[in-house]
């Protein structure tokens, strides 16, 4: 088991927006998580990836790899999201000024590899992504469905064990959207990470392995 979710709770200004949400996921597989706007979903995904904190309760337990991360501090949070969490968002969140290289090398720099065996896997994750002719460019040239693309090689360069997507197709149209998806079964098959994936797409949802319905805070 790659992670093990237990008892999550998180409040806002006194506001309950997750209850008692608990959750396993497996490396090599891919879990849609489906809900209605407002359900917790972008909560959830954030406090699985270390962007927030639940609330502080006993029964609570968010292990991944093994260990736990309610113990870790700051610092070994943002090594741990740097080196082993990949994270792609409804926006793609390209560096503008940076070509589609230099943006996935990005990631790869801060973990202070050396440049060469960063761009050289970065060149190989643009060939599976069928994109080795947009290399060089910047945001701007790139299509909708490429920018996203593009923002999965980037989550990708560390060879994360995990990759956490908040509706990444959710500005794509319905062929651009499949397109993405067939490529995440692709990466898990090549890579062996797990994609926990937050979609409104009810046709991608039913190409995940499972489906995790989250409802008013609550997983169905
Ligand atoms: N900073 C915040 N303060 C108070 N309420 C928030 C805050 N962020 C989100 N919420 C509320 O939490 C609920 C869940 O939000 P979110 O996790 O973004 O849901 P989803 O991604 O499923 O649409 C919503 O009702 C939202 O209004
Ligand atoms: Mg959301």
Do not use: W
Request: proline share 4%.
């Amino acid at each position: 088991m790659l992670l093990k979710a237990s008892h999550i709770y998180k409040s806002k200004q006194e506001v309950d927006i997750l209850k008692d949400v608990s959750l396993e996921l497996y490396s090599s597989e891919i879990v849609a998580i489906t809900g209605p706007s407002g359900a917790g979903k972008t909560t959830l995904l954030n406090i699985l990836g270390t962007l927030e904190k639940p609330n502080q309760r006993t029964d609570t337990t968010l292990d991944f790899n093994g260990s736990s991360l309610l113990t870790l501090s700051e610092q070994q949070l943002a090594k741990l999201r740097n080196q082993s969490i990949g994270f792609v968002f409804q926006h793609h969140g390209l560096l503008e000024e940076f070509t589609a290289i230099e943006n996935i090398c990005i990631p790869g720099l801060i973990m202070k590899k050396p440049k060469k065996v960063v761009q050289e896997y970065a060149y190989e994750l643009l060939e599976t992504l069928g994109l080795t002719h947009r290399a060089h460019h910047k945001p701007q040239a790139l299509s909708g469905g490429e920018k996203q693309r593009i923002a999965v090689a980037r989550a990708l360069i560390n060879d994360p064990k995990m990759v956490l997507a908040d509706e990444p197709s959710g500005n794509l149209d319905t062929p651009n959207a499949l397109q993405l998806h067939d490529l995440f079964h692709h990466l898990v098959d090549q890579l062996k990470c797990a994609f926990l994936v937050v979609t409104h797409n009810d046709e991608i949802a039913r190409k995940s392995d499972r489906i995790l319905v989250l409802r008013d805070g609550e997983m169905e």
